[in-house]
């Protein structure tokens, strides 16, 4: 069964450095998300992508964040300066059409010390 | 008021028992809905989509009330592997574009 893959799986970064966080949607896939979730905390959306551009993004995702399809492939999400309250578990996700159902990567936990 | 809304629990419940959650959403204009499941440090996983005629896979049924914007699971013969926390999502037009709105999650313990 085809699956979103997300690398790396864990990333420990010390404070102000940057981080990209990659992904690899199902193929076919038009829809990207990017969500995060702090333990015990629930779900929360950061950026939707489709068309190659970005179609909305939260409060969350301030200028410190940017995402890249770079080559129709990969998916990638970019924090140019990390602070300690980004660290989370951070989810890739795609769906082929907009109301369908959405498939989520293993997630990357980031750490900020 | 929030989009989605869960009962967080915990349901705490004997193997082998009959549990429900349920959850509401506050836009009509709510058009997909799906029940997710999601392990501890693991991503959500699709347990069912949910139609508005009701649907049913093995022990679990999902509800749809469109008139009462209300959803629910029911999960029958529950399993020491049941235990998990159960996401309510709903997705809607917004700004012509689709977007999914998570519940906070409820959390079901089952017990031996």
């Known amino acids: 069964e085809p699956e979103v893959t997300q690398t790396p799986s864990h990333q420990v970064t010390q404070m102000g450095q940057e981080v990209i966080l990659r992904c690899v949607p199902i193929?076919?896939?038009?829809?990207f998300y990017w969500y995060r979730q702090i333990l015990g905390q629930k779900v929360e959306f950061l950026v939707s992508?489709?068309?190659?551009?970005?179609?909305?993004k939260s409060e969350i995702f301030d200028d410190q964040f940017s995402v890249e399809r770079p080559d129709g492939s990969n998916f990638t999400l970019k924090i140019r300066s990390t602070k300690l309250e980004d660290s989370a578990m951070y989810f890739c996700?795609?769906?082929?059409?907009?109301?369908?159902?959405?498939?989520f990567g293993s997630g990357t936990q980031l750490s900020v010390l | 008021r929030k989009e989605v809304e869960q009962d967080p629990g915990p349901f705490n419940v004997p193997e082998g028992a009959t549990v429900a959650f349920n959850c509401t959403y506050s836009?009509?204009?709510?058009?997909?809905f799906f029940w997710y499941r999601q392990d501890c440090r693991k991503e959500p996983k699709l347990l069912m989509s949910?139609?508005?005629s009701g649907n049913e896979d093995g022990r679990f049924t999902a509800q749809l009330n469109r008139a009462s914007q209300y959803i629910s699971l029911l999960i029958r013969d529950s399993k020491l592997s049941d235990s998990a926390t159960y996401l309510c999502?709903?997705?809607?037009?917004?700004?012509?574009?689709?977007?999914?709105?998570f519940g906070s999650g409820t959390k079901l313990n089952v017990k031996p």
């Open positions: 996700a795609s769906s082929y059409r907009g109301p369908e159902k959405l498939f």
């Open positions: 193929s076919n896939h038009l829809y």
């Open positions: 992508f489709y068309n190659n551009e970005i179609s909305e």
């Open positions: 836009n009509s204009a709510s058009q997909s």
């Open positions: 949910v139609y508005s």
């Open positions: 999502v709903v997705n809607r037009l917004k700004n012509n574009f689709n977007k999914f709105y």
